[in-house]
Each structure stands twice: as C-alpha cells, then as structure tokens.
C-alpha cells in the first residue's frame, strides 16, 4: 500500500473518530474496563502460582533399600543417586533407625514392636530433587530412574503437594479462559456497536464513494483502521491501569502469615506484548464484524 493513500485512510479514520467522538469514548472505556478484568485476573494468576510454588515445600523421594545388600551396592548406589540431574542425598537411614524413628512416631504405643522377632522396616535413602527455576518436576521419570538401580526395593515420593497445586491451578486456568473469552467476546460486540454507528453516521458518502467506482476495501479500510486505533488505545490505557493496579498492591517486602517473605511482581514482558496485541486483534475482529454487516461484494447494504 502507497504511503500516501494509507495517509489518507488514516486521516479518515481519525475524521470519523472525532465526527464520533462520544461513541467512541463510551466504547473506548467499556472495552478498557472488560480487558481490565480479564489482565487483573491474569496478573494475579500469575503471582499466586509464584508464591505457591515458593511455599511449596521441596520435593523428596525415599528410595528403600533391600534387605541384605553388601555395602559395596549400597556405595553404588550412593553414587548412581547424586548422578542423577537435581538428586541430592540429605541422610541415609539404616534399619536401626527406621525402627527408632517408627518407635519415637508410636510414642506411648511403642511397646508394640516389642515383640518383633526381627526388624522388617528396610534401609532407605532420603533424597531432595532441586528444580531449576519453577519447573515441574517429572515424577514419573525419576520414579523410574530409582527403581532401575540395582539393589532398590521401592521408592515412595512426596508429590502430593505438587499434585493438588497443579490441579488447583489448572482448574483456575480453564476458570480464566473462559472469562477472558467471554469478556473478549463481549469486547469485540462493543467495537462491533462501535464501528455500525460509525458507518451510519458515513452512509451518505459511502453510497457516493461506490457511485464513483471506489472499491469495497477502499471504503472498508477507514473502518477497519478506526477498530485497530480503538484496539491500540484500549491495550495502552489497560496496561496503564492494571501497572496502576500493581502499584498499589507491590511493596518490596510483603510478608505471608508473618513467616515468608513475598514479592508481588508485574506481567512478564512476553505476557504483557501478548496482552497488548489482544486488544488490538479484538479491535480489528470488532470492525470487521461491522463492516462485514453493512457490506457485500457489490454494493453497500442499506442501513435502517
């Protein structure tokens, strides 16, 4: 496209933009306010997972051993262990002290092993995976990578924690797919409404511009700038507030029942980019829905 004639296209959006200027104030706000909702939502999402994950306690795996293993396989087993990516071996509890432990976890009830003819808690590995950053860990892989050493009888690993917290998340997710869609949707109705006042208040010169031969996207375009002016302008304004919104919550130490310390941190860069160009594609979807209303492939639809 010549830069002239998108100069001019430009130019008659603007026109239209302040021939309509109360309309398109009321559909500005009304879209800024649905985006607002949705990227508070977003916002705090993405925060509460970040603290979830840094309240989570760390995740550990206990390999059991079997039962009258040399101690040349138990050191083999050692050193498989700390080989695995993130494995790192807090302590090793002997037979002994699996009993001991179970017999100080029994309290008053203790005496109840004391008629054991033999020990038959196994020997055991506590071991702590270190994650990189806030990935998840893969459970099942690790399971499988301490059953194959030899000389292991089982490995139990305390991922229940980190189970129900995705599950807790997921769910959120979906819960916010589902608002933010419809609050889009509701968005893209608003430009729609927007852009068809727009195109009434231009009928008069629209059906001169197609008398004189001008072709549909060249009567389209000033339109279908007006939805992407609006789509720009709500992204800006809704990420100004919502930066508003996070100042007012941020403080450089916020303390969570008075023992952890928490940050409150704004959208990612790629998170904020992917929000701003959402408000423009529901600008540019608003208007073609409009356009796509009061125009076919030959003549201009009567308005009424």
């Known amino acids: 496209?010549?830069?002239?004639?998108?100069?001019?296209?430009?130019?008659?959006?603007?026109?239209?933009?302040?021939?309509?200027?109360?309309?398109?104030?009321?559909?500005?706000?009304?879209?800024?306010?649905?985006?607002?909702?949705?990227?508070?939502?977003?916002?705090?999402?993405?925060?509460?997972?970040?603290?979830?994950?840094?309240?989570?306690?760390?995740?550990?795996?206990?390999?059991y051993l079997k039962d009258g293993i040399t101690p040349d396989l138990k050191k083999q087993i050692e050193s498989s262990i700390v080989r695995i990516p993130g494995a790192k071996i807090d302590r090793f509890i002997s037979k002994k002290d699996a009993l001991n432990d179970l017999r100080k976890g029994l309290g008053p009830d203790a005496a109840l092993l004391n008629g054991l003819s033999r020990n038959p808690l196994p020997a055991s590995f506590e071991v702590h995976i270190i994650l990189k950053g806030r990935q998840k860990p893969d459970i099942r892989k690790l399971e499988?990578?301490?059953?194959?050493?030899?000389?292991?009888?089982?490995?139990?690993?305390?991922?229940?924690?980190?189970?129900?917290?995705?599950?807790?998340?997921?769910?959120?997710?979906?819960?916010?797919?589902?608002?933010?869609?419809?609050?889009?949707?509701?968005?893209?109705?608003?430009?729609?409404?927007?852009?068809?006042?727009?195109?009434y208040s231009r009928k008069d010169e629209i059906d001169i511009l197609k008398l004189v031969g001008a072709t549909d996207w060249f009567v389209k375009m000033p339109f279908l700038l007006e939805g992407l002016i609006q789509g720009v302008l709500s992204g800006i304004l809704t990420l100004i507030s919502l930066y508003g919104?996070?100042?007012?919550l941020y403080t450089e130490k916020n303390?969570?029942?008075?023992?952890?310390?928490?940050?409150?941190?704004?959208?990612?860069?790629?998170?904020?980019?992917?929000?701003?160009?959402?408000?423009v594609v529901v600008g540019l979807l608003g208007s073609f829905v409009a356009i796509g209303r009061f125009f076919d492939k030959d003549h201009v639809v009567a308005l009424s």
């Open 255 to 279: 303390f969570f029942l008075d023992c952890t310390m928490l940050r409150f941190v704004f959208l990612p860069v790629r998170y904020a980019v992917a929000f701003f160009c959402l408000n």
């Open 144 to 199: 499988r990578l301490f059953q194959g050493l030899k000389g292991v009888e089982d490995v139990q690993c305390s991922a229940v924690q980190y189970k129900k917290i995705e599950g807790l998340f997921n769910v959120a997710l979906r819960i916010g797919i589902i608002i933010g869609g419809l609050l889009c949707i509701g968005s893209v109705f608003v430009v729609t409404n927007t852009m068809k006042l727009s195109i």
């Open 1 to 63: 496209m010549r830069p002239g004639l998108l100069a001019y296209f430009l130019r008659q959006a603007i026109v239209s933009i302040k021939r309509n200027k109360i309309v398109h104030l009321i559909g500005l706000g009304t879209m800024v306010v649905s985006m607002l909702v949705f990227g508070t939502f977003l916002l705090l999402f993405i925060n509460l997972n970040m603290w979830f994950h840094d309240l989570t306690p760390p995740l550990t795996m206990s390999v």
């Open 245 to 248: 919104f996070y100042l007012m």
